[in-house]
């Protein structure tokens, strides 16, 4: 469970990125968090991923106060906690089977459960037969899926997606969500989806978290009227 | 935790292996500084050596005092000299050891003869011949010895002895200061060049940190790498150094300008190889921790 109480964030440059938030969001919900740019979305990821601490205010993740957390304690709080972004971030080196295990060899996953891991998730994402294949030879949507997998290799309770279709056609958009709604019922990750993009929103309503200038300004069960 | 150990060192080498000209230009700037620093150790040890072997043949005499003491005393005398902290030996000189010591210092026969002539009025006083353990605590023994009721005065072959041992102690020091200048610029260089290979696998850092790697793993094949470059950079030094000084001591047969012993190649030479590859490992380790601790701590 999510729960942020009162929380104020300001840059060191003295950007106020975001304003006295409050929301909580369940285990295993799916929520979008829509804003115009600059308003603050990413910084919210970033106080839950524990990469920003907020200047104000507390950010409760499974009763873990994030932003209290010792500098030491930060990477294994993160394992709970899967982020996928608009530009993929594989390794261009790795091929795709080596990219997911990379995940899971970081944090030193034996090596049976790793690979028995790596194909579920390969083929949950759909691209298990793409697995000896390097990134730049994948269409944008089978990075993202890649990605995806990566993310929830480690079995995260939350998973984080900023802009994930940011650089995907209508279609691969569509498909990548279906892929974040089975992910939710399948593997009951709360899923947390950051995006621009209304038409997803449209097509696959949800509870949505609006954001304006650092404040939220709507937070509405089943996507309401957006 | 082996096949992790195994992952790491294979990361290490791949990055030298990526960034091979810094590797190498880093490596070898580690082998010139310890090259130097090479130099500097058979300088000093031998100096050392020379320079301990000057000190424990400083001496002192302490001159017996008959006006104030009774010879029945002067068993409490060398007790008490004895005492003093940095005496390494006391012996007894009588005055006319003292005189035959002088009279037998001359090679000259004519010379002795008439020396002969004066034992009966003896100038020699009684005295002790006081070596000390350490040249910095001359003056110190000096005092306090004269302090000692029943002793005269205190010899110690005067300004010169002291000027020598100062002189000793500045070179000692001066090569200490230079050894740590040029090691402090080596891990500088390491810096760099991981500072760099960092910078190149910013990505992959990035990665492994929002997967959820601890700081540790994400260190360890920077750790690798630097000290793979400081091994390496420790190498030719050794080879260069230790081939040299063995072909040196064997052509000089052991001695500098015919009076300096040096010291013999082994096992002095395994000691430099192991200090060598000791502080290119150090060198290395320590400039890419600060390297990956430095870019660890900004980002949480
Ligand atoms: N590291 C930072 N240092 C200073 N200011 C920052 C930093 N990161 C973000 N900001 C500022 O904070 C505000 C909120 O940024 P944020 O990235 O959270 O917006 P966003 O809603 O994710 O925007 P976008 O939709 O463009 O991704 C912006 O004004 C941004 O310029
Ligand atoms: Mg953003």
């Known amino acids: 469970m999510i729960k942020i109480e009162n929380v104020s964030k300001t840059y060191k440059n003295g950007t106020h990125a975001l304003s006295n938030i409050s929301l909580e969001i369940k285990d295993g919900e799916f929520v979008y968090i829509i804003g115009p740019t600059g308003s603050g979305k990413s910084t919210l990821i970033k106080l839950l991923n524990g990469e920003e601490v907020p200047n104000s205010g507390t950010v409760l993740v499974n009763d873990i106060n994030v932003g209290k957390l010792r500098h030491s304690k930060v990477p294994v709080y993160r394992r709970n906690i899967g982020v996928v972004f608009q530009d993929y971030r594989l390794l261009p080196r790795k091929t795709v089977f080596e990219n997911v295990a990379y995940a899971m060899e970081v944090v030193d996953a034996p090596r049976d459960t790793l690979r028995k891991r790596v194909r579920e998730v390969l083929k949950l994402v759909d691209v298990a037969d793409k697995s000896n294949v390097f990134p730049a030879e994948l269409s944008g949507g089978q990075q993202q899926r890649v990605a995806i997998a990566r993310a929830i290799a480690n079995k995260p309770s939350i998973l984080i997606a900023d802009e994930p279709t940011g650089n995907l056609d209508p279609k691969k958009s569509d498909e990548i969500i279906r892929l974040l709604e089975k992910i939710n019922q399948e593997e009951k990750t709360t899923i947390l989806i950051v995006t621009h993009d209304i038409e997803i929103v449209r097509h696959h309503p949800k509870r949505t978290i609006a954001i304006d200038s650092g404040h939220i300004t709507a937070d509405l069960a089943g996507g309401g009227s957006i | ?300």
């Open chain 2, 1 to 300: 935790m082996f096949r992790r150990l195994g992952r790491h060192i294979k990361e290490g080498f791949l990055g030298v292996g990526r960034h091979f000209g810094m590797a190498l230009s880093s490596s070898t700037a580690v082998a010139i500084t310890l090259t130097l620093i090479g130099v500097f150790m058979v300088l000093t040890y031998n100096l050392v050596l020379t320079t301990n072997t000057i000190e424990s043949s400083i001496s002192l005499s302490a001159l017996i005092d008959y006006d104030s003491e009774d010879q029945v005393n002067l068993q409490r005398i060398e007790g008490k000299i004895k005492e003093v902290n940095g005496v390494s030996s006391v012996t007894y000189h009588s005055k006319e050891d003292e005189f035959d010591f002088y009279v037998n210092s001359n090679t000259d026969p004519e010379l002795q003869e008439f020396y002969e002539a004066y034992r009966d009025e003896n100038p020699f006083r009684d005295a002790y011949i006081i070596t000390i353990s350490d040249g910095t605590m001359l003056q110190e023994v000096t005092r306090q010895v004269e302090a000692i009721p029943g002793v005269y005065q205190v010899y110690d072959g005067g300004a010169n002895t002291y000027k020598l041992v100062d002189v000793l102690e500045n070179i000692r020091l001066f090569g200490g200061i230079l050894v740590v200048a040029l090691a402090a610029l080596a891990i500088y260089l390491v810096y760099n060049t991981i500072h760099i290979t960092i910078d190149n696998r910013k990505d992959e850092i990035w990665i492994m940190r929002n997967v959820g790697a601890k700081n540790g793993y994400v260190r360890a094949p920077f750790l690798v790498e630097g000290i793979i470059i400081g091994l390496f950079g420790s190498i030719v030094p050794i080879l260069i150094i230790g081939g040299l000084y063995y072909y040196l001591y064997n052509a000089l047969q052991g001695t500098l300008f015919g009076t300096f012993a040096l010291a013999a190649p082994f096992p002095f030479l395994y000691y430099l190889a192991a200090v060598l590859a000791g502080t290119g490992i150090l060198v290395g380790f320590i400039g890419s921790y600060i390297s990956v601790c430095k870019y660890l701590r900004i980002r949480r």
